[in-house]
């Protein structure tokens, strides 16, 4: 069984930047592909980036691209999302979530974090 933890989300200014980490208890990372959700309030949930097994990258917000980077550091047992230029648009829950490959974690992953808030003020 795979546990996931989400740490590293807070309260940021717009422009500011924070590092999400997700990490494991149990099993290695390494073994899944990982991705990065998030649900703002009142709104679906919604899939932001996914690394896979082999490092290859999945971005699946447009409204993230060229702001929020995925890494995986596998010695670490950690997976980062890097988010940069935060707006208030980005302020929701974000988790992590994982499965064999990316495109499963993108229909419905098995194994989801319990999720870590970020708070971006207008």
């Known amino acids: 069984q795979l546990q996931l933890v989400e740490s590293g989300g807070g309260l940021v200014q717009p422009g500011g930047s924070l590092t999400l980490s997700c990490t494991s208890s149990?099993?290695?990372?390494?073994?899944?592909?990982i991705g990065w959700f998030r649900q703002a309030p009142g709104k679906g949930r919604e899939g932001v980036s996914c690394i896979g097994t082999s490092g290859a990258i999945r971005v699946n917000a447009d409204s993230v691209k060229g702001r929020f980077t995925i890494s995986r550091d596998n010695a670490k047992n950690t997976v980062y999302l890097q988010m940069n230029s935060l707006k208030p648009e980005d302020t929701a829950v974000y988790y992590c979530?994982?499965?064999?490959?990316?495109?499963?974690?993108?229909?419905?992953?098995?194994?989801w974090g319990q999720g870590t808030q970020v708070t971006v003020p207008s």
């Open positions: 979530a994982a499965d064999l490959h990316c495109t499963v974690v993108a229909r419905g992953p098995r194994y």
């Open positions: 149990g099993s290695s990372l390494a073994d899944y592909a």
